[in-house]
């Protein structure tokens, strides 16, 4: 079974710090996806990552970096939290192969920025 | 990727059949369909995948009609634990991209 983990199921942080949101992968996926998700808006992507050192904005990308320096971890970067990017954060990987594949969450990460 | 549509909620009671319908007027000839299944505060999870006709699964069955302008996911025999949020997405072959989630459908389960 693909096993997606992410570092923290629950975070509170303050407006102003840095946080770092790690997703760790164990099936060699070579895509890495974050989400996010609020009430009434569904899923939105930020970021997602087709390879090692790649990169490519999603939906909402605005006050995110992310950084992928091995293949198995996709970091997610808030450089300075705000209270609007209290959500709940989703990890997700796919394969990068041929034919239909799907994609694997990660249990999620809840910020809630104070 | 086409958009999806479906409706925001639904209401059931055990052991009825449910079916969720989805639009994607505009689905390519590449594109699959795809639904996954969300429970509270947890991630979103595959349930069944299809191209066209029929698919089953041990947990649900996708009907596509010719045209692949819709498509339904029949869940026989609810349970309480079937509450959870269905989301269709339309997904591109060989693409292993991103996918588009759409606010999905709400189902409730009534005992």
């Known amino acids: 079974d693909v096993k997606v983990t992410q570092s923290s199921r629950y975070l509170v942080k303050r407006t102003g710090e840095k946080v770092f949101l790690e997703c760790v992968q164990d099936?060699?996926?070579?895509?890495m996806f974050w989400y996010r998700q609020d009430p009434g808006l569904g899923l939105r992507l930020i970021y997602f990552?087709?390879?090692?050192?790649?990169?490519e904005k999603g939906d909402i990308p605005e006050g995110y970096s992310v950084s992928r320096e091995k293949k198995e971890r996709f970091s997610l970067i808030l450089e300075s939290a705000s209270t609007n990017q209290t959500s709940m954060y989703l990890c997700?990987?796919?394969?990068?192969?041929?034919?239909?594949?799907?994609?694997?969450f990660g249990p999620g990460t809840r910020l809630t920025v104070l | 990727l086409a958009k999806t549509t479906q409706p925001i909620s639904m209401d059931s009671y055990e052991g009825q059949e449910v079916n969720i319908t989805c639009s994607h007027n505009?689905?390519?000839?590449?594109?699959?369909i795809t639904w996954y299944q969300q429970f509270p505060s947890q991630g979103p999870r595959f349930i069944i995948q299809?191209?066209?006709t029929k698919v089953t699964n041990e947990v649900a069955s996708l009907f596509i009609p010719a045209d692949r302008k819709s498509s339904t996911l029949s869940l026989p025999r609810v349970s309480l634990s079937d509450t959870a949020v269905y989301y269709c997405?339309?997904?591109?072959?060989?693409?292993?991209?991103?996918?588009?989630f759409g606010q999905g459908t709400e189902l409730s389960v009534k005992p």
């Open positions: 997700a990987t796919r394969t990068g192969g041929e034919g239909a594949d799907t994609q694997y």
């Open positions: 099936m060699d996926h070579e895509n």
């Open positions: 990552s087709y390879d090692v050192k790649m990169k």
């Open positions: 505009n689905i390519a000839t590449n594109d699959y």
């Open positions: 299809g191209y066209k």
């Open positions: 997405l339309v997904d591109r072959y060989n693409q292993g991209g991103k996918l588009i």
